[in-house]
C-alpha cells in the first residue's frame, strides 16, 4: 500500500489525533501535579519508526512544539535502535536534550506489532520537584536539581529499581514526581492497545506511508503561507530588563521562496543568572510564532516545522552552553514571538500582534500557614494585557505566548493566609493605537499571617514595556510595590503581617496610529473607564 | 385517543424551527405528537397553537388535560442574542472585573485573532462596595447600609431592570448578600435581584459571578413570558398547573422555575437523554450513549445505570463553536449533553491540507443543503447522505419535501470531488466518513471525561440525522448494539413527561476528609430535604413518595478533579467517615484502575429530592401491510460499494421479526441504515433494535 486517499489520510489522522487526546486526557485526571492539570504543562506524542512526530495532544502549551523527536534522536544515539525491546521506556530531563529545563520529564517507549518496530510513544510532563534549590541567583544548571541522563527506566516491562531510588533520593516530594512517572506507564499501554487496534481496522500494516503523507501535507501548508510572504531579509529584536543590566534579543527573519530562516545573531551572551534559553525552548517558540502567524489552521507535526530553520550564536543567550542556569528560561524564551512579529509586521502587518504583556509574571509566596504553624509554598499566576490586533483592540490580561490561565481567588485564600484586596483592570495601561492594547491587571495581596511572608519574583517588562507595532504606542510597563514602594522586579523579600504587596502587570502594545482611531471605539471606553478622559486627550487628542 | 379519563399529560418542546407536542394518555400508554411552527415573536402562541391542534386532532377537551410540562431555548437563545435586560452588577471592592478578566486562558492556541466573550454587563454597570468575607466564612467588613442606599440611587439613576449581587467567599456565609439584597430590595421594590449564593453557592468567583449576572440578564423577560403563558392557558380552560423542565432532567412548577431561569439553560436537550433512557428501559438497556444529531449539531450523553451523567458547569453562547472556554460559564446543575459535531446542514470543504473538512460552517434550514433546492449551493452531509443513498429523494420528511439528488451531486462534485481527484460517490463517502469519525473521536473523548469506556454503552439515536449516521458511528466506536426509537423527532417533548419532579441542591464545603464532622452534614441534608421537599409537594407531590438522595464530591489531596460518590443516609447518620473513604476508594478505582495511598478530601455535597419517575410504556401504533416496500442502491463501506438493499416501512415492521443488513428502514422524521453483517429487530415498545454483530 502506497497511496492513501486523501479521505483514508484524513480519518486515520483524526483517529491518532483523537487518540493522543484520549491519552492526555486519562493523564490530566489522574496527576498529582497542578500545572499539568491546571496549565497543561504536559504533551503526548506519536512518533514513526523513523523517528518523526507524526501526532500531538492538541491542548498543552506551546514548550514542546518539535521537541519530542530531537530527544528520541538522543536517546537513540545511547539506546540504538535495534536494542529496544518490547517493555522498554526511556527517560532524560536533560534540558539541552529535551525542552529546556530540568522540571520537564520526557520519556519515550517504542512500540511494536508482531515483533516488528512500530514506532514510539512519548510524553513530557512538568514537575515541581526536581531537586536542587533553583533560585533567582542560581548561577549553573547544578543548582537548578537533578539531571536524569538519557536511561531505561523500565527495561523489558520491568522497572530499573536503582533508577527509581536515585530518583527518590534526590527530590523533596517523591510522591508526587515519582506518581506522574508511573502513570504514564499506563498511559502508554492503553495507547499501544489502541493505536494497535486502529491499525488493524485501518487495514494498516504500519505509520510509515500515513505518516510520509501527512508530514508532506503539513509542510505543504506551511510552504503555501510562506510563500505568499515577499522574499527579503527583515530585522527585528527587541531589549528585556536583564537582572544588572538590560539584554538586547536580535532577530533576523529571512524569506526565500517556501523557507524561512530565524537567525539570533546579535543577541546577548549567555548570563549567569537563571534565564537563558536553551535551543529547543529558543526554537519551541520562534516555530510557535510563525505557525500562528502563518498557517494556525492544522495540527503540528514534524512535516510543519521542515520550511523553518532557526539558529542562534552558540554561548548566547537563547542557545547558551552547558551549564548555564535555565530555571526561567520563559524569560528570554517567551521574547522570540514579539522579535519575529516586529521583523514580519513589516511585510505581513495582518498576520500578527503588538507585544502582549509577557514573558508571564508570577509570584511564589512563602511563608508558614495560621494555626498549624506548617510551611506552604504558593504561585500565583498573572497574565499582562494581549498586543493590539491588526483588525482590533487586545484583549484585556490573556495569557500569551503561553497559555496559563489565573486561580480563582477564592480558592487561593484557602491555600495561603493572604487577602486580596484587588485584582482590577488598570485604566490607561493598554498602548494607544488604531486598536488599542489591552489592559494590564493590578493585584493586592495582604499578608494576614502573624509571621512574615516571602515573595520572589522575576518579572520582565518594567524598564522596558510591550512595544506598539506600525504606530501604535506601547503599552505600560510593569510595576512592582511593597506598601506602595517600588521593589526590584526581580528579587526575594519578607513582608510582615499587614503588610501589602502589589503586582501590576504589563499592558499590551497598541497597533496603528492612534489618530486613526474610531472616535466611536474611544468614547466606548471613556464609558468603560478603561480609558480616562485625560489619557483620550493626551494621545488621541480627543477632547471629551 | 379516548376523551373519558381527565389525566392527559402533555409536554411541549419550542424548538429553533418547530414547536413539538406530545400528549400522553396514561390509561392506555398511547402516544399523540404534533409539530407546529415556532413563533420567534411570542413563543407562547406556538405553544398554544400546538395544544388546541393535538386537543382538536383527538378529540380531547382542555379540562381532559391534566398537567402540560414545557420546556424551551428561550433561556439559551437570550443569552446568545443578548436578548436580556439592561443588567447591574453589585460585587466585592476591587472584584468589578473579575467578570471581565474571566480565567485568562486562550480557547485556541494557534489563533491570534480568538473573539473573547463579552461580559453581559458592561463595566460602567458593575458596581463595587465595600464589603469582605474571609476565606473561612467570618464577616470582616459588612457593607454599610447608608452606602448601600446610596447604590440603590445609582442603580435607579443608571436604568437597570435587574441587578445580581456576588460578593467573595458568599458560598460560605451569605450574610453580606443577604443584607444588600434586603436593603436593595426595600429600596427598589420594582428591580429583580439574584444573589449568587441563592442562584448557586460554589466556590470559583468568576464561574460564579458569570452565573448569577446571567440568572439577573435572562430573569425579567423568562417571568412575563411564564406569567402570560400561564394566564393563557388559565383562560382556555387549560390547567394553570405548569412545570417547566431543568437542565437536570428534573421538572419544577413554574413559580419556581421563574425564580431560577438559568437552570433551564439547556432543557430542550435534556429532555431528550430524559426519553433515551426511557426508551432505554423499554429494550431492557440501561448504559445508553445517547446520539442526537439534528440540522445544525450532533450531541451526545452517556445514561448510566438508567440515569442521564450530570455535570455542575456548562457553557453557553461560545463565541467560537465547540471551542470550550469560548462562552459564558455557567454553575448549574445540567445533564451532561455535549456537542460532538456537525449536523446535517453542516457544510464541507477542501481544507488547507487537501483533505475533507466538515462544519462548523452550517447552511442551516435557510438555504439549507443544496439537495433542497432552496438555494444553498455547497455541499453538505444530508447532501452526503442522499448521494450515498442514505436518504430518498421521494421519500424524506414522508415524502412532504422532494429532494433534488443532481443538486447534491453537482455541488459534491464542484467542492470536493473534483478538487480531490476522487468520483462524486467517493467525495460523500469522504463526508460522511469524516463526519462520523470525528464524532466517535469527540464521544470517546466525553466517555473517558467522565470515566467511563465507550464501548460498555448500547448507542441510542434520536434527531433527524441520528438514525442515519448512527450504525456507522458505533462501529468507529467498538459500540455493538443501537436502538432507535419511535419518535425519535419528538424525543425532547416526549422526554419531559418521563421526568420527575424534583430539586436538586449543591453546597460546596472543602474540607479533608479526616476533618469532616458528619453530624454538620447531616442536619445541612435534613435543611435542603424540608426546602427540597417543599417544592416538590407544592408540585403535588405526595412527601411520602418523594426520595432524597444525597453525593459528595470527593479527591486524593493534591489533585485536581473530583469523583462523584452516592453516600447512603444511614451511612452519615452513623457518622461513618472510614465507609465514606471506602465508597469514594471503590469508586475511583472504577473509573482509574486504581487507587493511591493518599489522604482524601471533601469538595462539595450535591443533594437531589425528587418525586417518583413517572413510569411510561408507550405502545407502537403499527400500520396494517407487509413492512418490505422496495429496494434502492445504497453505499455501505462494509462491502465498498453499492448495494442494492431492502426497503422497510419501520411503522409496519413486527416485533420479533428479525431483518439481517443491508436494510434500510423509512420513517417519517428520519431513515435507519443496517450495515451487512448487522441484524435488526423490533420490540413491542417500537424500538428497533440493531445488533452490529449479527
Not at chain 1, 534565564?275 to 494556525?296: E, G, H, Q, R
Not at chain 2, 433546492?373 to 452526503?384: E, I, K, Q, S
Request: proline share 7%.
Amino acid at each position: 500500500m502506497n497511496q492513501l486517499s486523501p479521505v483514508k489520510v484524513g480519518v486515520v489522522w483524526e483517529r491518532l489525533n483523537g487518540l493522543m487526546d484520549q491519552v492526555a486526557e486519562t493523564c490530566v485526571r489522574t496527576s498529582f501535579s497542578a500545572v499539568v492539570r491546571e496549565n497543561y504543562d504536559f504533551a503526548i506524542g506519536l512518533l514513526d519508526a523513523r523517528g518523526r512526530q507524526i501526532a500531538q495532544s492538541r491542548r498543552s502549551v506551546p514548550s514542546f512544539i518539535g521537541t519530542m523527536s530531537r530527544t528520541l534522536t538522543a536517546m537513540l544515539e545511547k539506546f540504538p535502535v535495534d536494542t529496544l525491546q518490547p517493555g522498554d521506556v526511556l527517560i532524560t530531563n536533560d534540558g539541552w536534550l529535551g525542552t529546556g529545563h530540568l522540571n520537564d520529564i520526557t520519556m519515550i517507549k517504542p512500540l511494536f506489532r508482531d515483533g516488528r518496530h512500530l514506532g514510539y510513544v512519548g510524553s513530557i510532563f512538568h514537575t515541581v520537584d526536581i531537586g536542587g534549590a533553583p533560585s533567582p541567583s542560581a548561577k549553573d544548571s547544578y543548582e537548578e536539581g537533578l539531571t536524569i541522563p538519557v536511561a531505561k527506566i523500565v527495561s523489558e516491562g520491568a522497572e530499573n529499581p536503582l533508577l527509581i531510588d536515585f530518583i527518590e533520593a534526590n527530590l523533596r516530594e517523591p510522591e508526587e514526581t515519582l506518581g506522574d512517572i508511573r502513570s504514564q506507564f499506563a498511559a502508554y499501554h492503553r495507547c499501544s492497545e489502541r493505536l494497535l487496534r486502529l491499525l488493524d481496522e485501518e487495514d494498516l500494516d504500519d505509520l510509515e506511508a500515513f505518516s510520509d503523507d501527512v508530514l508532506d501535507r503539513s509542510e505543504a501548508s506551511l510552504r503555501r503561507a510562506i510563500e505568499a510572504i515577499p522574499d527579503g531579509v527583515y530585522a527585528g529584536g527587541l531589549t528585556a530588563d536583564g537582572f544588572e543590566h538590560p539584554l538586547e534579543i536580535r532577530c533576523s527573519l529571512t524569506v526565500r521562496g517556501s523557507e524561512i530562516v530565524v537567525d539570533y545573531a546579535g543577541t546577548a551572551e549567555q548570563i549567569e543568572r537563571p534565564v537563558n534559553s536553551p535551543m529547543t525552548f529558543t526554537k519551541a517558540y520562534s516555530c510557535y510564532a510563525i505557525k500562528c502567524a502563518l498557517d494556525p489552521g492544522t495540527p503540528i507535526n514534524d512535516g510543519t516545522f521542515r520550511p523553518i530553520r532557526v539558529t542562534a550564536p552558540e554561548g548566547s543567550l537563547v542557545n547558551p552552553r552547558r551549564p548555564a542556569p535555565v530555571w526561567g528560561r520563559h524569560l528570554s524564551g517567551h521574547y522570540m514571538p514579539p522579535a519575529i512579529y516586529g521583523a514580519l509586521s513589516k511585510v505581513a502587518p495582518d498576520k500578527v500582534i503588538a507585544d502582549c504583556g509577557s514573558p508571564l509574571w508570577n509570584v511564589y509566596f512563602k511563608g508558614r500557614r495560621e494555626g498549624t504553624g506548617r510551611p506552604f509554598v504558593k504561585m500565583f499566576f498573572m497574565n499582562g494585557g494581549h498586543g493590539a490586533r491588526p483588525n482590533q483592540d487586545g484583549p484585556g490580561c490573556l495569557s500569551f505566548p503561553s497559555n496559563v490561565s489565573n486561580q480563582a481567588i477564592e480558592q487561593f485564600e484557602n491555600q495561603a493566609p493572604l487577602l486580596v484586596e484587588e485584582k482590577a483592570l488598570v485604566p490607561d495601561t493598554g498602548g494607544a493605537g488604531r486598536f488599542r492594547g489591552g489592559n494590564a491587571q493590578r493585584l493586592t495581596f495582604r499578608n494576614v499571617a502573624q509571621t512574615p511572608v516571602v515573595v520572589t519574583i522575576r518579572h520582565e517588562r518594567v524598564d522596558n514595556p510591550p512595544r506598539g507595532l506600525l504606530g501604535g504606542e506601547p503599552g505600560s510597563g510593569g510595576l512592582d510595590l511593597v506598601n506602595g514602594e517600588p521593589i526590584p522586579s526581580k528579587s526575594q523579600t519578607q513582608i510582615q503581617p499587614d503588610d501589602a504587596v502589589t503586582f501590576q502587570t504589563p499592558g499590551g502594545g497598541g497597533m496603528g496610529p492612534p489618530g486613526e482611531r474610531d472616535p466611536e471605539a474611544i468614547r466606548a471606553d471613556l464609558t468603560s473607564g478603561l480609558v480616562t478622559p485625560e489619557h483620550a486627550k493626551l494621545h488621541y487628542g480627543y477632547d471629551v | 385517543m379516548s376523551t373519558d379519563t381527565d389525566s392527559f399529560r402533555i409536554g411541549v418542546d419550542i424548538g429553533g424551527t418547530f414547536t413539538d407536542v406530545v400528549m400522553l394518555d396514561p390509561a392506555t400508554g398511547r402516544l399523540a405528537n404534533e409539530k407546529v411552527l415556532t413563533t420567534p415573536d411570542d413563543p407562547a402562541e406556538g405553544v398554544l397553537n400546538g395544544v388546541a391542534r393535538i386537543l382538536e386532532a383527538h378529540s380531547a377537551t382542555p379540562e381532559a388535560v391534566q398537567t402540560i410540562i414545557h420546556g424551551t431555548t428561550l433561556v439559551a437563545n437570550a443569552l446568545i442574542e443578548r436578548k436580556g435586560v439592561r443588567t447591574a452588577l453589585v460585587t466585592t471592592k476591587g472584584f468589578r472585573d473579575v467578570l471581565e478578566i474571566g480565567r485568562e486562558l486562550r480557547y485556541s492556541i494557534y489563533d491570534l485573532f480568538i473573539d473573547m466573550p463579552v461580559p453581559l454587563v458592561p463595566r460602567d454597570l458593575r458596581f463595587e462596595i465595600d464589603e469582605r468575607m474571609t476565606a473561612g466564612g467570618q464577616v470582616l467588613r459588612a457593607p454599610e447600609p447608608d452606602r448601600v442606599r446610596r447604590l440603590a440611587a445609582d442603580l435607579r439613576a443608571a436604568a437597570v431592570e435587574a441587578v445580581a449581587i456576588v460578593f467573595l467567599h458568599s458560598f460560605r456565609n451569605d450574610a453580606n448578600e443577604r443584607l444588600v439584597k434586603e436593603i436593595l430590595a426595600e429600596e427598589l421594590p420594582d428591580m429583580t435581584i439574584c444573589t449568587s449564593f441563592e442562584v448557586m453557592p460554589q466556590i470559583g468567583e468568576y464561574e460564579r459571578t458569570s452565573t448569577a449576572v446571567a440568572n439577573a440578564f435572562v430573569q425579567p423577560i423568562f417571568r412575563g413570558y411564564v406569567q402570560r403563558l400561564v394566564q393563557e392557558l388559565g383562560r382556555r380552560g387549560l390547567p394553570d398547573d405548569l412545570y417547566l423542565m431543568l437542565a437536570d432532567g428534573g421538572t419544577v412548577r413554574h413559580e419556581t422555575a421563574v425564580q431560577y431561569p438559568i437552570r433551564l439553560v439547556q432543557s430542550g436537550p435534556a429532555g431528550g437523554a430524559q426519553a433515551a433512557s426511557v426508551f432505554g428501559r423499554l429494550a431492557a438497556e440501561q448504559n445508553l450513549l445517547c446520539f442526537d444529531m439534528g440540522g445544525t449539531t450532533a450531541k451526545a450523553c452517556l445514561i448510566h445505570d438508567g440515569e442521564p451523567l450530570k455535570t455542575d458547569s456548562f457553557e453557553v453562547a461560545r463565541v467560537f463553536r465547540f471551542a470550550k472556554g469560548s462562552g459564558l460559564p455557567l454553575q448549574v446543575p445540567v445533564i451532561d449533553m455535549i456537542e460532538i459535531g456537525a449536523g446535517g446542514g453542516s457544510i464541507a470543504q477542501v481544507d488547507k491540507l487537501g483533505l475533507v473538512q466538515v462544519g462548523p460552517e452550517s447552511a442551516s434550514s435557510k438555504p439549507g443543503p443544496a439537495c433542497y433546492g432552496l438555494g444553498g449551493a455547497r455541499p453538505t452531509v444530508t447532501d452526503a447522505d442522499l448521494v450515498l443513498g442514505y436518504l430518498d429523494a421521494a421519500s424524506f420528511l414522508g415524502g412532504d419535501m422532494a429532494l433534488d439528488k443532481r443538486a447534491a451531486e453537482a455541488a459534491i462534485r464542484r467542492d470536493l470531488a473534483e478538487p480531490l481527484g476522487l468520483s462524486v460517490v467517493d467525495a460523500a463517502w469522504g463526508i460522511y466518513e469524516t463526519v462520523n469519525e470525528s464524532m466517535a473521536q469527540a464521544a470517546t473523548i466525553h466517555a473517558l471525561e467522565s470515566g467511563r469506556k465507550v464501548q460498555d454503552f448500547v448507542l441510542i439515536a434520536i434527531g433527524g440525522a441520528g438514525p442515519v449516521h448512527a450504525t456507522n458511528l458505533a462501529r468507529r466506536m467498538g459500540v455493538r448494539r443501537v436502538i432507535c426509537p419511535l419518535g425519535a423527532g419528538v424525543a425532547s417533548a416526549f422526554g419531559f413527561l418521563a421526568s420527575p419532579t424534583s430539586f436538586e441542591f449543591v453546597r460546596a464545603a472543602i474540607e479533608p476528609l479526616a476533618e469532616l464532622d458528619p453530624g454538620r452534614i447531616e442536619t445541612m441534608v435534613a435543611e435542603l430535604e424540608r426546602e427540597g421537599l417543599g417544592l416538590v409537594k407544592s408540585a403535588g407531590v405526595s412527601p411520602e413518595t418523594a426520595a432524597t438522595s444525597v453525593s459528595v464530591l470527593m479527591r486524593y489531596s493534591g489533585q485536581g478533579y473530583q469523583v462523584e460518590v452516592a453516600v447512603p443516609r444511614e451511612v452519615l447518620a452513623a457518622g461513618d467517615k472510614d465507609e465514606i473513604g471506602r465508597l469514594f476508594d471503590a469508586r475511583y478505582r472504577a473509573l482509574f484502575g486504581r487507587t493511591e495511598r493518599m489522604a482524601a478530601e471533601i469538595m462539595s455535597w450535591r443533594v437531589v429530592v425528587a418525586g417518583p419517575k413517572p413510569v411510561l410504556e408507550p405502545q407502537a401504533a403499527l400500520r396494517e401491510g407487509t413492512a418490505l416496500t422496495g429496494e434502492r442502491p445504497v453505499f455501505f463501506g462494509e462491502t465498498g460499494g453499492f448495494v442494492d438493499t431492502p426497503v422497510y416501512d419501520r411503522y409496519r415492521v413486527r416485533p420479533d421479526e428479525r431483518i439481517h443488513g443491508p436494510a434500510v428502514f423509512e420513517e417519517r422524521e428520519s431513515t435507519i441504515i443496517v450495515p451487512p453483517d448487522a441484524a435488526a429487530e423490533a420490540d413491542p415498545h417500537g424500538n428497533l433494535i440493531i445488533d452490529l454483530e449479527a
